[in-house]
């Protein structure tokens, strides 16, 4: 292979590298968005509404994306909450 080969195709690895770098950080900020549409609906007592973006949420992450699952939010207001001391 000719060095200008090599260098060809390091330029298209850096590309699709850039690509995949842009991809993944729509896909990050879909999902924060998708979270914040989630913990709303879970603070406006429509939970079966977040539930259910939930489950499509977790989809996304552990079928498509092969990351680990979230917590799904509950619509009870003392739940994550420090005791009181």
């Known amino acids: 292979m000719t060095e200008d080969r090599v260098r060809e195709l390091e330029a298209d690895v850096l590309h699709l590298m850039e690509q995949v770098d842009r991809y993944r950080t729509a896909t990050d900020d ?3 968005q998708i979270n914040w549409c989630i913990g709303y609906l879970a603070a406006t007592k429509k939970g079966r509404i ?3 973006l939930s489950v499509n949420r977790e989809h996304i992450r552990s079928n498509l994306l092969g ?3 979230q917590s799904v939010p509950t619509t009870d207001p003392e739940a994550g909450q420090e005791p009181a001391s």
């Open 67 to 69: 990351r680990a699952p």
């Open 50 to 52: 977040a539930s259910s």
């Open 30 to 32: 879909a999902l924060q």
